[in-house]
Nanobody, 122 residues
C-alpha cells in the first residue's frame, strides 16, 4: 500500500503562487507515476500534471507554463509549484500515485490523498 498526504493549499489572489506538497509513505519503491489532479464543485476530477518514475512530465493545457511538477525521491515527496494563479484554478487538489502490486502480471493500483483546497480570489 501507498499512503499520500497533501499540504500547501490555501487562499491566494489572482496572479499569486502556491506550492503543494505530497508526502508519500508505504511501498514507495513500487511507485511508477505520480500526479496531481483537481476537482471543482460539480465537475469531474481531472489530471493537472503528472511525472513518471524517469522524470518525464505532462501537463494539462490549461496550466502549461504556469505549473511545475517535481519529485524528490530521497524525501518521498512530490511538489506542484503553481504560479500566476487564476480564479479558474480554484479546486480541491489531489495527489495520486500509481504503483505495482504484481510485477509478474503488470497489475497496478492507485492511491489518493485526502485533498487540499486551493482558492484563488479575483
Amino acid at each position: 500500500q501507498v499512503q499520500l498526504v497533501e499540504s500547501g493549499g490555501g487562499v491566494v489572489q489572482t496572479g499569486g503562487s502556491l506550492r503543494l506538497t505530497c508526502t508519500v509513505s508505504g511501498r514507495t519503491s513500487s511507485i511508477n507515476a505520480m500526479g496531481w489532479y483537481r476537482q471543482a464543485p460539480g465537475k469531474s476530477r481531472v489530471l493537472v500534471a503528472g511525472i513518471s518514475s524517469g522524470g518525464h512530465t505532462t501537463y494539462a493545457d490549461s496550466v502549461k507554463g504556469r505549473f511545475t511538477i517535481s519529485r524528490d525521491n530521497a524525501k518521498n515527496t512530490v511538489y506542484l509549484q503553481m504560479n500566476n494563479l487564476k480564479p479558474e484554478d480554484t479546486s480541491v487538489y489531489y495527489c495520486n500515485a500509481e504503483y505495482d502490486i504484481d510485477v509478474a502480471t503488470s497489475k497496478v493500483s492507485r492511491s489518493w490523498g485526502q485533498g487540499t483546497q486551493v482558492t484563488v480570489s479575483k
